[in-house]
């Protein structure tokens, strides 16, 4: 793999000074630069090309992942979670380019804005370019940063067996014979609890909660040192939720996985993650440790969504939802993007963007009061 990275030409020299992008709402770095991490996300930003202007889709998110640490994303639908994943093993659809930032793996530039492909691709040319640039991911993808799809069923191609499609993936990657993946296509069924008779089935002759342990199968197949599970199990059964959910956490742990999970569901990051990013609306609006961010949230968002969900120590809560919904991105609201739905908005809250501060340490939260919600001399009525 490292052979592979250091042939990629979007691969930039390191130790270069940090870039950050003039707009840019702070110029605070959320991870520590004398720690070693797997993944380091700086101040990205992807926006969507669409007629009549660009979808501010991540726009200045921050985070860093240390080997064998698992990071919960959540946000309300559309706040930019499965944009983040996409940018980090370079998935992205051809009208979405990284605008400002970068994205390091393994101490390597992976992803960073490319002037050559930014504007919509109506331009052939371009589009070639493009592909081809990201065709140059794929030995880092699956191989290194394995991804479980949010939507399982479309993940597979319908017209292959799932066997033959953890072979392909596993001979991408490895040279080993087809008889050889394909035992190791069984073995990899064992291991999520499909039966490996079951390899040579087609995608839809599985339900919804085995394609899903396939899909996880897939995942592990070239033994990956990062998994970004997107929502993987928010189209399942509750009791199948909470069974794929044991099983996703006994393989990470025991091949020592580094994972980020995605949901809506802050009650999954409370049972699997060490720390959390709370996104809104292509914003970071708090980060830190799970503990210290479930415990003293700083943020009136977070707030919000710990109060929409059963409280982390298990017990019922009444499910609270946040008034109003989430703004436009092509032309999203000018100061704080959460200013029409914060109870606890400002004058200052409609004209300037807040800046992220630091907690404590390694929490930090993007509100101008985030240090008097933090310290208890600001709550909402
Ligand atoms: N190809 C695209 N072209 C234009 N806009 C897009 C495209 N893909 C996503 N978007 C927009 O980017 C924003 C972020 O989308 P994204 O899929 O990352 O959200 P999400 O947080 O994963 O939502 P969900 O919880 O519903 O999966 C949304 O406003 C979405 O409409
Ligand atoms: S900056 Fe203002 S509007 Fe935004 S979350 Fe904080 S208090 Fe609310
Ligand atoms: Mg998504």
Redesign the pocket.
Known sequence: MDEAMENNELEVVENEPLEVPSESHSDVITYDENEEYLLEVNHLKVY???LGGE?K??DDVSFALKAGETMGIV????????????SINRL??D??HIKGGYIKYKGKKIAEPDPEITGLMKDRKKRKLYKEKEAMMAPIRWKEIAMIF?SAMNAFNPVHTIGAQIVEAIQAHEDVSEDEAMERARNLFKMVGLPPERVTGYPHEFSGGMRQRAMIAMALACNPSLLIA??PTTALDVIMQDRILAEIKRLQKKFGISMII?T?DVSVVAETADKIMV?YA?KMMEYGNISEVFHHPAHPYTIGLLGSFPSIKGEKKKLKSIPGSPPD?VNPPKGCRFHPRCKLAKPICMEEEPPIVELSDGHWAACHFAREIYSGELKEE
């Open positions: 969507f090309d669409v979808v889709a991540v946000g309300e639908s559309g706040c930019g979670k499965t944009t983040t994943a996409f992205l659809p009208n979405g949010q997107d929502e995605i809506h996104m292509g991105l």
